[in-house]
Nanobody
């Protein structure tokens, strides 16, 4: 498995931006599809975005398309989530996850490694 540590969360006003980072260690980073998920209070954890092993392909939840951008730097063993035009409904704990597979996935059970999460709070 790969170890994951998220950072970059915080409090931001609606319309603002944040960039989350997820640093990986332990295994060959480029063997993993990387994803971001989030869990709002009282709700189930949901898919946000995923990026392919070499970064050429991405997938997004409809709720964040056009506002969020996932990217990765395999040399730095890091995946990013740039979040723009944030809305109060984006408030959640954001989790980074790694899946040792070839194709993108939006299914939580495909991801075997998870970070501890970072809180994002968007005020109205």
């Amino acid at each position: 498995q790969v170890q994951l540590v998220e950072s970059g969360g915080g409090l931001v006003q609606a319309g603002g931006s944040l960039r989350l980072s997820c640093a990986a260690s332990g295994r060959t980073f480029s063997n993993y599809v990387m994803g971001w998920f989030r869990q709002a209070p009282g709700k189930e954890r949901e898919f946000v975005a995923a990026v392919s092993r070499l970064g050429y392909s991405t997938d997004y939840a409809d709720s964040v398309k056009g506002r969020f951008t996932i990217s990765r730097d395999n040399a730095k063993l890091t995946v990013y989530l740039q979040m723009n035009s944030l809305k109060p409904e984006d408030t959640a704990v954001y989790y980074c996850a790694a899946a040792e597979r070839f194709g993108l996935s939006n299914r939580q059970y495909d991801y075997g490694s998870w970070g501890q999460g970072t809180q994002v709070t968007v005020s109205s």
